[in-house]
């Protein structure tokens, strides 16, 4: 069994933001919490030394209104300035994020409910 795990979540408490942790196979923190931004929506997908993070920086109401994908370090905070993924004034919602081999496919759905599926194959060589 693997020896780690990284988490983000969502505090909503008295210093609200993004927060990224290590864990132990216990689920003791190991390092961390760290602050990663004040974004209110997060996807981690991790896979062998490399993490990335999904997160929606700006918000219309509760609806993201567009995404950005970072490398993290294995310390947590990014590696280097995040890359655009979209940008929609309707919203971007459902947001999913798995690595396959050295890419990151992100979808989401925008325009709300009854919008479009949309998809995006990044190399993060």
Same mark, same amino acid.
Request: aromatic share 6%; glycine share 14%; charged share 20%.
């Given at each position: 069994?693997?020896?780690?795990?990284?988490?983000?979540?969502?505090?909503?408490? =008295?210093?609200?933001?993004?927060?990224?942790?290590? $864990?132990? +196979?216990?689920?003791?923190?190991?390092?961390?919490?760290?602050? $990663?931004?004040?974004? +209110? #929506?997060?996807? $981690?997908?991790?896979?062998?030394?490399?993490?990335?993070? #999904?997160?929606?920086?700006?918000? &219309?109401?509760?609806?993201?209104?567009?995404?950005?994908?970072?490398?993290?370090?294995?310390?947590?905070? =990014?590696?280097? &300035?995040?890359?655009? @993924?979209?940008?929609?004034?309707?919203?971007?919602?459902?947001?999913?994020?798995?690595?396959?081999?050295?890419? =990151? @496919?992100? &979808?989401?759905?925008?325009?709300?409910?009854?919008? &479009?599926?949309? @998809?995006? +194959? @990044? =190399?993060?060589?």
């Amino acid at each position: 069994m693997g020896g780690k795990i990284h988490v983000t979540y969502n505090e909503l408490g =008295a210093t609200p933001g993004v927060y990224w942790a290590e $864990l132990d +196979r216990t689920g003791a923190v190991v390092l961390g919490p760290r602050r $990663l931004s004040d974004y +209110r #929506l997060t996807t $981690l997908a991790g896979l062998a030394a490399q993490t990335v993070v #999904l997160s929606g920086p700006t918000f &219309t109401g509760d609806t993201a209104t567009a995404l950005e994908l970072s490398r993290l370090g294995s310390d947590g905070p =990014a590696q280097e &300035t995040p890359v655009m @993924i979209a940008r929609d004034p309707r919203g971007t919602e459902f947001v999913s994020l798995v690595l396959l081999g050295g890419d =990151a @496919i992100v &979808t989401w759905l925008t325009g709300g409910c009854l919008g &479009t599926i949309e @998809i995006a +194959r @990044i =190399a993060l060589r």
